[in-house]
């Protein structure tokens, strides 16, 4: 191969995210496979679903912001409403 064949590009990205972990056991990992693959939510319950489901909303939102800016406004007005009325939960 040519050296120009072989030039790779590089992009710098410079956003910031949220991000936790804990280390599980192999036991709590089959448990959590299980779980998820019977259609419920993962440990932690439904607010770490809805935690890891703002997450990748966040992702999706920002490549739109790019493409679709209007779109993307709609939809992050519709997901402060949402988190708000969550925030009204008990």
Do not use: C, W
């Amino acid at each position: 191969m040519s050296k120009h064949s072989e030039r790779r590009q590089f992009f710098r990205i410079d956003n910031s995210v949220l991000l936790s972990y804990s280390v599980v056991s192999d036991q709590e990992m089959q448990d959590g496979i299980r779980e998820l693959s019977s259609g419920g939510f993962p440990r932690g319950g439904l607010s770490t679903a809805l935690m890891e489901i703002e997450a990748q909303l966040q992702g999706a939102m920002a490549k739109l912001k790019n493409q679709h800016k209007n779109v993307q406004a709609a939809l992050e007005l519709m997901n402060v409403k949402v988190n708000a009325l969550l925030g009204m939960l008990p």
